[in-house]
């Protein structure tokens, strides 16, 4: 099994870029993940938002399999503590061969990306940004394959 995060855009914040692949480091003693970095669209101040999305959108269904579970983190997905994600990472790791998450641009994802999502999972009721949500939600794999091994990174 194989685990992917596919996000929209750059990060541009060099600190960060090092703690998301710091997490992202950690990550690998433990499952297999890989990231792809769709590029940040060109001239965007004059393309509306929603045509963004679509823009968006195309180049993240070009990367999918039909195969592939896509979960999306969207502001409308189920919530988890952090032990009860870990249980529900270990029943999906066991049960695809590819997981695929996928953190969109700033305006969120299109209606055919909706379409093509298995699930939805939401980080918080409160809006982080794009680049914020890549950070948190690698420490919470991290987080959560600690979890599954026993080990003592998480305090009950």
């Keep these: 099994m194989k685990i992917e995060l596919i996000v929209v855009g750059k990060t541009n914040d060099r600190h ?9 480091g950690r990550i690998g003693h433990y499952i297999p993940l890989s990231v792809t970095v769709i590029p940040d669209l060109k ?34 997905g ?7 994600f870990a249980r529900w990472l270990e029943k999906k790791y066991l049960a695809s061969r590819r997981l695929i998450f996928v953190i969109g641009g700033p305006y969120g994802f299109s209606p055919s990306v909706y379409e093509r999502a298995n699930e939805l999972i939401a980080l918080s009721k409160m809006t982080f940004s794009h680049q914020m949500v890549r950070l948190i939600f690698a420490e919470q794999i991290y987080r959560a394959c600690t979890i599954l091994k026993g080990e003592p990174y998480h305090h009950q």
């Design 16 to 24: 960060l870029t090092t703690s998301i692949n710091d997490y992202i």
């Design 78 to 84: 189920m919530e988890f503590t952090s032990v009860d």
């Design 43 to 76: 001239n965007t101040k004059s393309i509306p938002g929603a045509q963004q999305k679509e823009m968006e959108g195309r180049a993240i269904l070009k990367l999918l399999q039909p195969s592939d579970q896509v979960v999306l983190l969207d502001e409308h």
